[in-house]
């Protein structure tokens, strides 16, 4: 994928060392010489490394931070999902593009004005040229759309979400940076701390003594020319046909091929790769892959198939399969990161001219010239990762000119134009200044962590929600609702809590909490109505963030319909007159005691209930049963009594609607009514407004009727007694009870 020797002499199609076979490892020859001064040989991960750092923290910053284009396609590629965008954005392409066909190709003409269509010459012309291409048109607007569809949308539509909230917006980008960063360093040390084994693996392996002897002088000698006081491990790959040298973070691996050449060519070479090697260009090449990782690996599976299988056949099929993460390998990491690949090259050539080794660089790349064919196409144009002979050899006469005179434009070559100046990580202010930041960021997330631990925890928003209840406040508690889609008229609810019968629930206890992702559990305990309760909470993390830092929690559920009679004047909730309505669930209200008073008439009236609405009920209801007053039982009695009185005054054998009447036909027309005993009534009520009055048997009533009969011309006077029994309704009248007697 990504330039595995950025530091190589060969052209890009050289077969990388992952294609030779393995080799058994040696013994470390190098190692195992005594060095000249009596200090024992560096150990430990980062031996072999370049000097002129002051740590191997300097060195692999110093490679890390070079290709910052390198690093930003392999970032932006990788990590903003460019492979996805392309395939989403085909076919997205490929859909609106065949409506646009068909769309266009049946309809287009007919959406021309009419002006248009009547002009003379030009409505025709428009007409046909409509009606023969407006298909094309239509497939390829419906194309451009498409892919600018489906492409944006992979690309926006995950920051969507954050777009409300600056600061998540914010802090994902710099988590992504973060997570980049971090994936870049460890892979960069993986390469660096393992790479022994990876190129015994790739068929590397230690020299040979006549191998060693023959090269060893040239490699120290050459470090010696460009003030290098230790050289990188050397290693050989047996390969006797193409002379060829990578370098490494710490190590040189030669082909056996080399070994042949003339000593100069070969300095020439080892100068190269030296300077390859000092500057720390395969860490910064190992680093962009490693910011681009999953890319690596995505795109490591097809060039290993095109690899192993050359043929054309298998290339179109892995191709078929791939080319979302080939394109964007191709046309967008490769060339950002080839350019300071080719960069580096021209900067090791320079090696030959600071160790007098012009010639022998000159030969070999006037020798591989001859074999360069023509830069054309993309891969050979924007991708090569090696510059054009010709130019490496203009750039390398130039510099070997650069104290000739007549040639002012040429700048010397000199050792610390090849490698700069290496200092400490950091000054003492600098660090001081890192310090303080450091200090400042742990400081403000711990603030954070203490904010979001007190106020914006599950415990915190059922804390908050009770609180809320208990001060009455139904504004405040709503707002720890996930849906307040159903609560009604919000100033009914704030008039309930606030009334005097309301009774929030008290002494409440989480007994326990579990969270899972963005839900949570909790058992709370409390007290309403002088009982203990434990009820299960459910709660849902809010996706909108406060201050765009803190994610609190909110309830679900959380409101309670309330089932109630039909509401009349008189009907109240905590002193409040509810809406008149039908029967049904009329009200959403808050946990907590809420007292309920019905209307009162003369006749009946509605006891005080409580109804207790706790958290996590599905509904409430509420029973609104009048009772008869006592005093409407005496006001009933006194009703009848009156009417009965009335019907005794009458002087008739049969008071019209009356409850007695005397069947005597031969009575006289003087007939005399007396109550002896008025019945005892027995008042069942129907309704607020009614009640039927009846007497029971047992409590029948006594009246005494008196007069004069005529028999055969002869008048004699007569007494008799008779029982009596109401039945009738009662109402109310206004502020009374009245009284209708049921027709015998």
């Known amino acids: 994928m990504f330039p595995e020797g950025a530091a190589r002499m060969t052209e890009p199609h050289t077969v990388p060392p992952e294609s030779t076979p393995p080799t058994v490892p040696q013994l470390d020859v190098r190692a195992a010489e005594p060095p000249a001064d009596d200090t024992p040989p560096p150990t430990g991960g980062f031996a072999d490394r370049p000097p002129g750092f002051p740590s191997a923290l300097v060195w692999l910053r110093a490679g890390i931070v070079r290709d910052w284009r390198g690093v930003l396609g392999a970032f932006v590629a990788t990590w903003f999902y460019l492979p996805v965008a392309l395939l989403l954005a085909f076919w997205g392409g490929l859909s609106l593009a065949a409506v646009g066909l068909f769309a266009g190709g049946l309809g287009a003409d007919d959406q021309m004005p009419a002006m248009l269509r009547d002009t003379p010459l030009i409505g025709p012309l428009l007409e046909a ?14 194309f451009v759309v498409g892919f ?55 068929g590397a392996r230690q020299p040979s003594r006549r191998e060693s002897a023959r090269l060893r002088p040239i490699l120290d000698e050459c470090a010696r020319r460009l003030g290098l006081p230790s050289v990188p491990r050397l290693l050989m790959e047996d390969d006797p046909v193409l002379s060829n040298a990578r370098t490494y973070s710490r190590h040189v691996v030669v082909t056996t091929a080399v070994l042949t050449e003339p000593d100069d060519e070969i300095a020439a070479l080892f100068s190269h790769e030296l300077v390859h090697w000092r500057t720390g260009d395969e860490v910064t090449s190992a680093f962009v892959r490693g910011v681009g990782l999953p890319l690596t690996l995505a795109h490591a599976l097809p060039t290993w198939l ?11 099929v892995v191709f078929v399969f791939f080319w979302p993460v080939l394109l964007t390998m191709r046309y967008v990491v490769l060339p950002l990161h080839a350019r300071d690949v080719r960069a580096a090259e021209y900067r090791a050539d320079l090696g030959a001219v600071l160790t007098g080794h012009v010639d022998g660089m000159r030969r070999i790349l006037e020798r591989r010239l001859s074999f360069e064919s023509g830069r054309s196409g993309w891969d050979e144009a924007v991708c090569a990762t090696h510059p054009p002979h010709e130019l490496r050899l203009d750039q390398l006469e130039l510099a070997s000119e650069a104290d000739a005179p007549g040639v002012p434009e040429a700048v010397p070559v000199t050792a610390e134009r090849l490698f700069g100046h290496s200092g400490p990580v950091g000054t003492r202010r600098t660090w001081l200044l890192v310090g303080a930041l450091v200090l400042a960021a742990c400081v403000g997330t711990g603030g954070l962590g203490v904010v979001q631990w007190a106020f914006f925890r599950p415990q915190g928003a059922i804390e908050g929600y009770f609180s809320a209840l208990a001060d009455r406040d139904s ?18 609810l704030a008039q ?18 579990e969270r899972d992702g963005d839900s949570a559990t909790a058992a709370v305990a409390y007290r309403l109505g002088g009982e203990r309760h434990t009820v299960t909470v459910g709660l849902h993390r809010d996706e909108e963030a406060t201050l765009g830092l803190f994610h609190g929690w909110q309830l679900l559920g959380g409101l309670i319909p309330l ?76 009703r009848v009594r009156a009417w009965l009185d009335e019907c005794a005054k009458q002087t008739v054998a049969a008071p019209e609607g009356c409850p007695f009447r005397y069947y005597n036909a031969s009575a006289g027309q003087k007939v005399t009514w007396k109550i002896l005993d008025y019945p005892r009534l027995a008042v069942e009520l129907t309704g607020p407004d009614t009640a039927q009055v009846d007497t029971p048997y047992e409590a029948k009533g006594r009246v005494q009727v008196s007069g004069t009969t005529t028999y055969f011309g002869t008048s004699s006077p007569f007494t008799d007694d008779q029982e009596i029994d109401v039945a009738g309704v009662a109402t109310v009248d206004g502020a009374t009870v009245a009284f209708r007697p049921t027709a015998n």
Do not use: C
Request: proline share 9%; glycine share 12%.
């Open 148 to 202: 600018l569809v489906g492409f944006l949308s992979v690309l926006v539509l995950p920051w969507l979400g954050s777009t409300a909230e600056p600061f998540a917006l914010f802090t994902g980008l710099v988590g992504m940076v973060a997570a980049a960063a971090l994936i870049g360093v460890l892979y960069t040390l993986y390469r660096v701390l393992l790479e022994p084994r990876l190129l015994v693996v790739s």
């Open 129 to 142: 040229f409509l009606s023969r291409s407006g298909g094309v048109l239509g497939g390829v607007v419906g």
């Open 475 to 492: 504004d405040a508690a709503l707002g720890f609702l996930s849906d307040e889609s159903s609560v009604g008229d919000r100033k009914l």
């Open 306 to 316: 095109m690899r192993t299988f050359p043929h054309p056949a298998t290339n179109f």
């Open 563 to 638: 089932d109630v009679p039909a509401a009349g004047p008189g009907v109240q909730l905590n002193g409040v007159a509810l809406p008149a309505g039908t029967e049904g669930p009329t009200l959403a209200l808050l946990p907590g005691g809420y007292t309920a008073t019905g209307p009162s008439t003369a006749l009946s009236e509605t006891p005080t209930t409580t109804v207790a609405v706790g958290p996590g009920q599905s509904a409430a209801t509420l029973q609104m049963v009048p009772v008869l007053k006592p005093s409407a039982v005496e006001a009933v009695d006194a």
């Open 496 to 513: 309930l809590l606030r009334g005097e019968g309301y009774q929030p629930p008290t002494d409440v206890e989480i007994s326990s909490l």
